[in-house]
Structure formats: structure tokens, C-alpha cells
């Protein structure tokens, strides 16, 4: 089987639960970032600013898909990540569960702001 060269291709690896909780953060996404483009990079969906500097990317697992932001943006956001595991720049959002969407959408425009203002790259 080849691998996905596009989200959309990403997706239909996915049914069920996971399936849900993968195309709410794409909508998600979607609307917080308009200007980003969804690519493949690394073998996963990741939001690409105009300027070609990822902004965040997004990965399927068995049991919870992980949406990964620069540490810095993942940091900025800790007191409100206290009930997720989280890594150096992940968060882990469990299927079956309610996206936290309001959190984010903070988190996609804060990783927006970081680039545009503060010139942070990628990790």
C-alpha cells in the first residue's frame, strides 16, 4: 500500500471514532487558518503558512490522534493542557472524547501569531 501524498488520502486510512476526531481538527484547522495550506510532511497532515514555515501537524494513532505545535506554543498553553498528556510540542486528544476546539483554535492562532510576529520557524 502507498503511502498518502495528500489529507484527504490521510483520512481514508482512518474510520470510526478516529475518523470523527481527525476531520473535526482539519475543519478546525480549516477555519483558523485559511491561509495555510494542508500537505503531507513527514507522512502526516500539516498546515503550511505562505511562507512554506509549518505551523502545526496532525497525526492518527491507535488509540488518540496527537496535534503538534513548536514547543514554545505548546508551552504557552500548559495551564490550560493539564487534563491532556501532552509531549514537547504535542497534544494527545483520545477518540471518543469532545475535541477541545475553543483551546485549538487559541493554540492555531497563537502558533500563527509566533510565526508572522516572533519569526518562529518550525522545530
Known sequence: MSKPTTVDAYLEG?????????????????????????AIKWGHPAWVHPSGTILFALSGHKQHANVVFTPSTREAFDAKLTSFETGKGSVKL???????????????????????VDGVKWM
Do not use: I, N, S
Open 14 to 38: 482512518f474510520a470510526g471514532p478516529a475518523r470523527e476526531l481527525l476531520d473535526q481538527v482539519c475543519a478546525l484547522a480549516g477555519a483558523a487558518v485559511p491561509d495555510a495550506t494542508g
Open 94 to 116: 483520545p477518540y471518543g472524547e469532545p475535541v477541545p476546539g475553543e483551546l485549538l483554535r487559541r493554540m492555531m492562532a497563537y502558533r500563527v501569531r509566533e510565526h508572522e
